[in-house]
């Protein structure tokens, strides 16, 4: 096997890898306000939100090989031949995605420990990031966008991200005020079974979008790095089997359920009620769906956690919990940053091994750091049996790490 | 470099409006819809079933009621039908009309 092959094989399985903790990072996102509410019971919703993202990834053939390029200038988007569409060498390119991945995978999995829903599609930018600094410099990353679109760090990360909670929690919110005045008097019994059924549309609907969404710029990268090695030459397809195996690592990381941060959304955040679950996920779906059509980039973990404050603020006496919110914010703001210093600090490491050899010791480390943020995991375990309990609780847990969540 | 920032705040501002208004006739408009069919399936109930809010006393069962929850249900069946059709004609690369009432499929122009 040649150095360079056993690398795609390293970035693959990563991205793989990526691609799961994505999908556990993510569940909560569509099924945290239904097992919050007991619309669901836990293993059915993350079930069902496992079946959708499954569903979703195979809908999404829409190509997504310049999903790198919107932070790193990667690919020529104008050429008309993927070998002449790279802007950098091939073997380049593999060792800015593989210590990329890992940056995200290692972000994803820390804030997973702490029970903080942030962002994966900001967790792998951010150590495409890094990586292509450590790698290219400053001008190598795609800063912002050329006039026509928003792109680049600006327009596709750092402005949705600042925007897209503000909308959904805006839209959240009037959605929540506008059901309580339309159900002020109504019998509980027809609100509660009304509602909860509602929720499991909405949700399931969220999942959908998430599966399309998300799955498909782990297949995007796994296609470029087929590209840059010089497997796959179409720039209007992408292999079955990366299609394939994208929607399969996704769909299983959702079923895994990311219980710990589940529970920060469903229960952290606010007390949520099935009409106030309802207007959450109707409000992310609405969002998603919108932006995505508008291409307008955002993340799915930014609008769910706008759209359950938003919740929480539309109903009259309902409590959120700023100081859960405050942290979730720390976590966001670190997120880009965070991930592109694992990842260009992976991708130094490479470099002093060169690529083969940097391959195989950058995803040793990986395994490492996976198996000891999942072993610290286990002291505290979050599961289906316990999500639901009373948030003040588990906060006084002397076990917690953080003093807060999980 | 700040006439290139400059340009993103605005394209992603003009983004967000579409987005923000499309999100509150959907996002909001559609669950108080179904608010609305919930109300009236339960003003249909009769019975204890509505109280206060609308200033009368309870009343017996009204199938008025249950006609318009159905409408209002299938008002929002549509939203949802229509948002799943979204989702899956915009992943194949296809754009979608909704000028005919059912959504008609039509490649991405």
């Known amino acids: ?406 | 470099m700040s006439g290139a920032f400059g340009d993103d705040v605005r394209l992603a501002g003009e983004a967000l409006w579409k987005v923000l208004v499309a999100s509150l006739v959907l996002g909001a408009g559609l669950p108080a819809v179904f608010a609305l069919g919930i109300r009236s399936l339960a003003w249909g109930a009769g019975g204890e079933a509505v109280d206060g809010g609308t200033g009368t006393a309870a009343s017996s069962g009204n199938p008025v009621g249950k006609v318009l929850a159905v409408i209002l249900f299938l008002v929002v069946a549509y939203g949802i039908v229509a948002g799943l059709v979204f989702v899956i004609a915009s992943g194949q690369g296809k754009d979608i009309s909704f000028g005919h009432i059912i959504p008609t499929i039509t490649a991405k122009s």
């Open chain 1, 1 to 406: 096997m040649s150095a360079e092959t056993l690398t795609l094989v390293l970035v693959v399985v990563t991205a793989l890898g990526f691609d799961f903790t994505n999908g556990f990072h993510d569940t909560g996102n569509a099924m945290a306000t239904s097992i919050a509410t007991g619309a669901l019971k836990p293993r059915v919703a993350v079930a069902i939100s496992a079946v959708m993202n499954l569903v979703g990834a195979f809908l999404s053939v829409s190509v997504a090989l310049t999903v790198t390029n919107a932070v790193v200038k990667t690919f020529d988007s104008s050429a008309t031949s993927a070998t002449d569409a790279l802007t950098v060498p091939g073997d380049v390119l593999l060792a800015i995605v593989l210590a990329g991945l890992i940056g995200g995978i290692v972000w994803n999995m820390l804030t997973w420990l702490l029970g903080l829903p942030s962002s994966s599609s900001h967790a792998l930018f951010g150590g495409l990031i890094g990586a292509t600094i450590a790698s290219l410099g400053w001008n190598g990353v795609n800063w912002v966008g050329d006039g026509t679109q928003p792109d680049g760090v600006v327009g596709k990360i750092l402005l949705p991200a600042v925007a897209s909670p503000l909308v959904a929690g805006l839209v959240a919110g009037t959605g929540t005020w506008l059901i309580y005045r339309i159900i002020v008097g109504v019998a509980a019994r027809f609100t509660e079974s009304g509602f909860r059924w509602g929720q499991v549309g909405t949700a399931s609907l969220v999942s959908l979008a998430h599966g399309t969404n998300d799955a498909q710029k782990t297949m995007g990268v796994i296609t470029l790095a087929l590209i840059a090695t010089g497997r796959w030459t179409s720039l209007t397809s992408i292999p079955f089997w990366v299609k394939l195996s994208c929607a399969v690592a996704i769909a299983a990381g959702t079923y895994i359920g990311g219980w710990r941060i589940i529970r920060t959304l469903g229960k952290g955040l606010v007390e949520i009620e099935s009409p106030q679950g309802v207007a959450a996920e109707s409000a992310s779906a609405a969002v998603i769906l919108a932006s995505s059509h508008l291409g307008f980039a955002l993340s799915t973990t930014h609008v769910a956690t706008g759209s359950i404050l938003g919740t929480g603020l539309g109903k009259p006496g309902a409590e959120v919990r700023w100081g859960v919110a405050g942290r979730m914010g720390v976590g966001w703001l670190l997120t880009l940053p965070a991930a592109a210093i694992v990842g260009a600090a992976m991708w130094g490491l490479g470099n002093l091994f060169g690529l083969a050899v940097g391959s195989i010791v950058e995803f040793a480390v990986l395994a490492v750091v996976a198996g000891y943020l999942f072993t610290r995991s286990r002291r505290t375990p979050v599961g289906a049996h316990n999500v639901n309990d009373e948030w003040e609780s588990t906060t006084a847990s002397p076990n917690t790490p953080t003093g807060a969540a999980v």
